[in-house]
């Protein structure tokens, strides 16, 4: 990949573990505790885009309340345990890999930069919490623009504050439908794959998928 002048990541699932904040509660959640979080994650995605598509926004943080709520009640998980994950969630765990990645590729001298669905509250807040905040040069938001990826409006933002073009970005997600809005708005795009996922038929296939952010270091080289 020649001519890279910024090295954009997702957050969610792609840089922090969105797993485990219900992970650290597994003992009182009991074995259902992944079943529990991949059913929150996924009504939270299912959320951002139905707002979107009607019109009617909440940031990231209220979608992360409400679809916690619904994952409980499906799951029969105790109302007493909702400020819990909600403050977990806050502090999401990195991936093992994040800090020797984003250690390597400030060495080389990267722009790296967050694009993600979360507030600029809660990301600025989870980078500090895991002492990334020196790694990256900007933490953009959906915020901005106020529509949820993979709108063509979220992808555009870090064009319009570096005046780059769009091929001259590495853009890395864990969500396939990211990998794909990603791409097709004009990204390098490279997918994450942590978990041997199969790739959806949006349009766009990315050149490069990887297990682990380390994956990286090798395609740059």
């Known amino acids: 990949m020649n001519n890279i002048k910024a090295i954009i990541f997702d957050a969610y699932g792609t840089l922090f573990d969105v797993n485990s904040a219900a992970e650290k509660c597994k003992n009182k959640i009991g074995k259902k505790w992944e079943d529990f979080a991949n059913h929150w994650r996924t009504t939270q995605l299912e959320y951002t885009w139905l707002r979107s598509l009607m019109n009617r926004h909440k940031d990231f943080w209220q979608v992360t309340e409400d679809s916690l709520k619904k994952s409980m009640e499906a799951y029969n998980i105790e109302a007493s345990m909702k400020n819990e994950l909600l403050n977990l969630y806050k502090v999401l765990s990195p991936f093992e890999e994040v800090l020797e990645t984003l250690k390597s590729l400030k060495e080389h001298g990267y722009k790296l930069a967050i694009l993600s669905n979360g507030t600029p509250n809660l990301l600025n807040d989870l980078v ?94």
């Open 128 to 221: 500090k919490t895991n002492n990334l905040e020196n790694f990256f040069d900007d933490i953009f938001s959906i915020e901005e623009v106020g529509v949820y990826k993979p709108d063509t409006r979220v992808y555009d933002i870090p064009i319009k504050k570096y005046g780059i073009k769009k091929n001259e970005v590495i853009f890395l997600s864990s969500n396939t439908w990211d990998v794909s809005g990603g791409g097709n708005y004009g990204y390098q795009s490279i997918w994450v794959n942590r978990n041997r996922n199969v790739f959806d038929y949006l349009d766009y296939k990315p050149k490069n998928q990887i297990n682990s952010l380390k994956g990286l270091l090798d395609i740059i080289k």
